[in-house]
């Protein structure tokens, strides 16, 4: 389990990191090489978000579950509740927005705003997780 638990915190950070790279090149630069497009018009950054998005979900409420059961709730079971409604409010963007492009009508904005908040909440639960797998039984706050 510890070291699915250091997978996913890695691999969280990658997509922190890729995502942030991605995202400061095509602000910075106007004249960008196109993405390779995957069939569907999909490019492979959009899946690996989609499941960046997944994993930072999943963890985080498995954190608040956990808090949950103790009486009373240790220290950081709030904030975890909390972060896991954060990774919601910025997952429901993405999700809605990548369906959206199916038919061509996605909204920048909102890739903005996925493209800053899902770094920050992918490497604040990747240090969660690496912390959490360092001490058993621990919830990250």
């Known amino acids: 389990m510890r070291q699915l638990k250091l997978a996913a915190s890695a691999y969280l950070a990658v997509m922190a990191g890729w995502v942030i790279v991605h995202f400061s090149e095509h602000t910075l630069f106007e004249d960008h090489a196109e993405e390779s497009v995957e069939a569907g018009g999909r490019s492979a950054l959009d899946f690996f978000m989609a499941l960046a998005f997944l994993v ?3 963890a985080s409420y498995l954190d608040t ?8 709730p240790p220290p950081g079971w709030l904030a975890s509740r909390l972060f896991f409604y954060l990774v919601v409010l ?5 999700f809605a927005n990548w369906f959206a492009s199916l038919g061509h009508t996605d909204d920048g904005i909102l ?4 493209e800053t908040m899902g770094p920050l909440t992918w490497g604040i639960q990747a240090v969660r997780i ?5 001490t058993p039984g621990r919830v990250a706050a």
């Open 56 to 58: 930072a979900a999943i």
């Open 65 to 72: 579950r956990r808090g949950a059961k103790e009486s009373p």
């Open 90 to 94: 910025v997952a429901i963007p993405f």
């Open 111 to 114: 890739w903005i705003y996925v």
């Open 130 to 134: 690496w912390r959490g797998a360092r």
